[in-house]
């Protein structure tokens, strides 16, 4: 579809800076033209309008870590330490998930994230061939990277869909999907097959993934204090430093890892972590609920790492609410640190934009709002009572607005969402079937 968005403020988030009543031409996919709309009118007459008065566009949001699949788990089992919820509750639950529980949980999370302007998801989860979180996400018209999560303790199931993921899925959906290569952990995968996945990452981009449309890795590090003990005693490796002086040594580390949480890093870990090139992803959130602690962000950002936001699953949030963890990111850091000047609102708004681009190796098509990139564009509704009066659009993206502003959602082009209606899937069908599955999962553990 060829359109254009008149009369609207457009936050670029590149070398534009910012557009008062400006207009956006989107033609084929992509973003053709940027400009005031004085200037646009008479160039672009005939293309179909969608009204941007009293509306700021940003591009598309990049959540960098979620598991999609597990909103089905969404207040499950709560205010309980990361151990046992994993142990006593996350697992045994999911032991009884198939493959039709994985796309419905995925489906609901992607429904929640057009609904909240989050057009690209990095989701690790456990593939399965008929339906999975891939489809899900193609099918709702969002892009994503779409992992699966590997174990020490199942080698061969993990090389068998790791194979079958990128075959089947890299690439596909119009390129907006892509897969990773996901290590669940560093104290669930030893130091063997840690290098082994490093190694499946190479093979899985020479056979399947460019330069332009590369397979990352993508694994949770650093997340709570004692995961240097549990490294210890899972493999019986002796650590002096950090968890990424640890990842170092085995040669995990290159810029196309994603390392989600970050909370418990050394001096020589973030020194690692900015040389290496390694991307983060800050979520705030999630290790707020879990009790893991802060990630030293501003310590980071000085280091010159790329630093992103995500979510977490809907299960440890429990919503995969950007502007939420926007609002978090900006305040967390200042009052930790008693300095209202760290992580200013508009470097948080680059890191759930530009910067989470940067992170997925996508930056070249999305992330920013320029001439030539895929037009990945939220719509934001700014005639609200909490959005008045308008001293500044950043200001009040990071630390006023809700999900619930979001009006309208482009995906390469394509308007997936319009006046807050999802136009590629059905809403109601999906929280019907949400709710029976949770039900048959339930009935499963009872048995």
């Given at each position: ?369 320029e001439v030539g990139k895929d037009a990945d564009l939220v ?11 308008l001293f500044s659009e950043t200001s009040h993206l990071v ?16 308007v997936i969402m319009e006046n807050r209606i999802v136009n ?24």
């Amino acid at each position: 579809m060829n359109l254009k968005i008149e009369g609207a403020t457009i936050l670029t988030m590149g070398s534009g800076g910012a557009i008062k009543d400006g207009t956006i031409i989107v033609e084929n996919g992509q973003i053709t033209d940027i400009g005031k709309s004085s200037q646009m009118r008479h160039k672009y007459p005939r293309l179909e309008k969608i009204n941007g008065k009293d509306k700021v566009v940003i591009p598309g949001l990049v959540n960098t870590h979620h598991h999609a699949a597990m909103s089905l788990l969404r207040g499950y089992a709560d205010d309980i330490p990361l151990q046992e919820w994993l142990e006593k509750w996350i697992w045994p639950l999911e032991a009884h998930m198939n493959g039709h529980d994985i796309y419905v949980g995925a489906m609901l999370t992607a429904v929640e994230s057009i609904l909240g302007g989050a057009t690209t998801i990095n989701t690790m989860y456990h593939y399965t061939s008929k339906e999975n979180e891939a489809k899900a996400l193609a099918e709702s018209g969002v892009r994503g990277v779409v992992g699966h999560v590997c174990f020490s303790r199942r080698k061969e199931h993990d090389r068998k869909a790791l194979k079958a993921l990128a075959q089947t899925w890299h690439g596909k959906a119009d390129g907006r999907l892509r897969v990773s290569v996901d290590p669940h952990a560093t104290y669930t995968v030893d130091p063997e097959y840690m290098k082994e996945l490093r190694e499946t990452t190479t093979e899985l981009n020479q056979k399947y993934g460019s330069s332009a449309q590369p397979i990352t890795l993508h694994m949770h590090a650093a997340e709570t204090a004692d995961e240097p003990k549990k490294i210890k005693k899972a493999f019986n490796v002796p650590l002096k430093g950090g968890v990424f002086e640890y990842l170092e040594s085995v040669k995990v580390l290159q810029g196309d890892v994603v390392a989600a949480h970050c909370v418990h890093l050394t001096e020589k870990d973030i020194k690692i972590i900015a040389k290496k090139g390694v991307k983060v992803s800050h979520c705030p959130v999630s290790n707020l609920k879990l009790g893991s602690g802060v990630s030293p962000v501003p310590k980071l950002l000085q280091s010159g790492a790329t630093v992103s936001l995500g979510t977490d699953s809907s299960c440890s949030n429990n919503s995969s609410d950007m502007f939420e963890v926007m609002k978090i990111t900006a305040l967390l850091h200042k009052g930790i640190n008693h300095n209202p000047t760290l992580v200013p609102a508009e470097q948080v708004l680059r890191m759930a934009t530009i910067e989470g681009a940067k992170a997925l190796t996508w930056d070249r098509q999305i992330g920013s709002i320029e001439v030539g990139k895929d037009a990945d564009l939220v719509i934001i509704d700014f005639k609200k009572p909490h959005l008045s009066p308008l001293f500044s659009e950043t200001s009040h993206l990071v630390y006023s607005a809700k999900s619930s502003d979001v009006d309208t959602v482009l995906v390469k082009g394509r308007v997936i969402m319009e006046n807050r209606i999802v136009n590629t899937l059905n809403v109601d069908h999906i929280l019907r079937l949400a709710q029976k599955t949770k039900e048959r999962l339930l009935s499963k553990l009872r048995e």
